[in-house]
């Protein structure tokens, strides 16, 4: 999923893996380093990531950092 403002994109990614609050802090630590990336917010109940950026972002660089991590990027939610 996928919303653009005149200012920001928010995407909801899947990520695989995550089981605590350490797993949510590392993904948000990796995605955060991303050009563009103002808000991050990881859930592990729901394996949910959800990315404001000031531009849509491109897939696999999300797929690199999440996979730096230590998880796996299932795609958009």
């Known amino acids: ?3 653009e403002t005149d200012t920001q994109t928010t995407t909801v990614y899947r990520v695989t893996g995550m089981t605590c609050g350490h797993c949510e802090g590392a993904v948000t630590a990796e995605i955060s380093e991303l050009p563009g990336v ?28 999440v996979d730096e991590a230590g998880y796996e990027l299932a795609g958009r939610a």
């Open 1 to 3: 999923m996928s919303a």
């Open 38 to 65: 103002s808000s991050v917010k990881a859930v592990a109940t729901t394996g949910e990531v959800t990315v404001v950026s000031a531009a849509p972002l491109d897939e696999e660089a999300v797929r690199a950092a």
